[in-house]
């Protein structure tokens, strides 16, 4: 029996985060028959590696040094020289030229994919980044968007094709992220009926686009009037975490907030949360909304990117019109002191989940974006 054809990830780095999580969601869910995967990072992996579930799956590094390192392209051609994949899956600008670099190691199927950008060009209109994109369009015969928002912009800024660009949206597993079941055996605040606060939490890479300051501050104006009994849990890591903790420490409201760090059990830290908060820049599809939503959480978000496109308003949750401390401590405080409130936005939240975001339509979409390059030119 032949060997299933190989997918070749390459992505900047394996570690914590949104693109990273949905591309382990991806390897784990497909079926093994159908394809193998590898992965190439530029710049490294770290333990989150341990959540591929499959034992079939390469994880190699070319250690690219910061800026520019030449040498770092032959080092990826000869890794795919080396594995021989049927299609190479680049994702984001830190790996678009490497389409050019998979054309010349003669991988005839070539995919890339674009899931959000970063806090120094939050919308996606860097005139350099774009000139980047633009020359490596050509060489990828396919982009993947992950929200029609993201979709638009590689027609109308990027110049893509309507035609070479498959929209898929993230998928969630709904049965992992559910209302039911343990909260984190470190969970620091009681959840005894009597006394137990309520917790306003999000999860995300402390990074700048994600935009917990704005977070910290809404909490803080909120705090204030709520006798005591708020909290604030933030679980993620990245390179913003010290100056969180010193805004946290500045505004005066430290003794309240968690800051949970990276963690690997993310559904029983979200079944602690009564109020989910993601307060980001933008965001292409956000896995942590759809794990919030699945979990049966009221969502909070700001009206960016794709968020419109998962959050139903008044319906699972609340869009403000900006991702500021007052629109988000506006938003917050409706679901406060109305409990039914954030009971019935949390099950609605679950039910647009199941319905529309699941685990199955994501890998059927990609499987079928695969299947199609191959019956091309196999």
């Given amino acids: 029996m032949a060997e299933a054809p190989l997918i070749t990830h390459v992505i900047y780095r394996l570690d914590y985060g949104g693109l990273e999580n949905g591309l382990v969601n991806l390897i784990n869910a497909m079926p093994r028959e159908k394809y193998r995967h590898a992965i190439v990072c530029l710049a490294g992996y770290s333990a989150f590696r341990e959540r591929i579930a499959r034992d079939d799956v390469e994880v190699v590094s070319v250690d690219k040094r910061p800026g520019k390192d030449f040498p770092a392209y032959g080092r990826v051609w000869r890794q795919l020289r080396r594995l021989r994949p049927a299609i190479v899956h680049t994702r984001n600008l830190g790996t678009a030229d490497q389409q050019w670099v998979a054309m010349a190691a003669g991988v005839r199927h070539r995919v890339h994919g674009e899931h959000g950008w970063d806090a120094a060009d939050p919308r996606g209109e860097n005139a350099r980044a774009l000139r980047i994109r633009r020359a490596c369009r050509a060489a990828a015969q396919r982009h993947v968007a992950v929200s029609r928002d993201i979709a638009r912009w590689l027609h109308e800024r990027v110049g893509v094709a309507e035609g070479a660009i498959r929209q898929i949206y993230n998928g969630v597993d709904s049965e992992r992220f559910n209302p039911q079941g343990p909260l984190a055996q470190d969970w620091p605040w009681s959840r005894e009926p009597g006394d137990r606060p309520l917790v306003i939490g999000t999860v ?45 420490t500045a505004l005066g409201i430290a003794p309240w907030v968690w800051f949970a760090g990276a963690r690997a059990d993310a559904p029983a830290l979200l079944r602690g949360i009564d109020i989910f908060v993601l307060p980001s820049f933008n965001e292409g599809i956000s896995n942590t909304i759809l794990e919030a939503m ?69 890998v059927l979409g990609y499987t079928e974006l695969y299947d199609e390059l191959l019956a091309r030119n196999p």
């Fill in 294 to 362: 699945a979990s049966g959480r009221p969502v909070v978000a700001a009206r960016v990117g794709g968020n419109g496109e998962l959050i139903e308003p008044d319906v699972t949750g609340t869009l403000c019109e900006a991702p500021a401390p007052d629109a988000l401590t506006a938003a917050i405080r409706r679901y406060l002191d109305d409990r039914p409130l954030r009971e019935a936005h949390g099950a609605a939240a679950r039910a647009r989940c199941v319905a529309h975001f699941s685990m199955g339509a994501m």
């Fill in 204 to 248: 995300g890479r402390l990074d700048p686009i994600k935009n917990q300051v704005a977070l910290l501050h809404a909490f803080a104006q909120l705090a204030g009037a709520a006798s005591g009994r708020l909290r604030l849990a933030i679980v993620g890591a990245g390179p913003e975490g010290p100056r969180l903790r010193e805004v946290a």
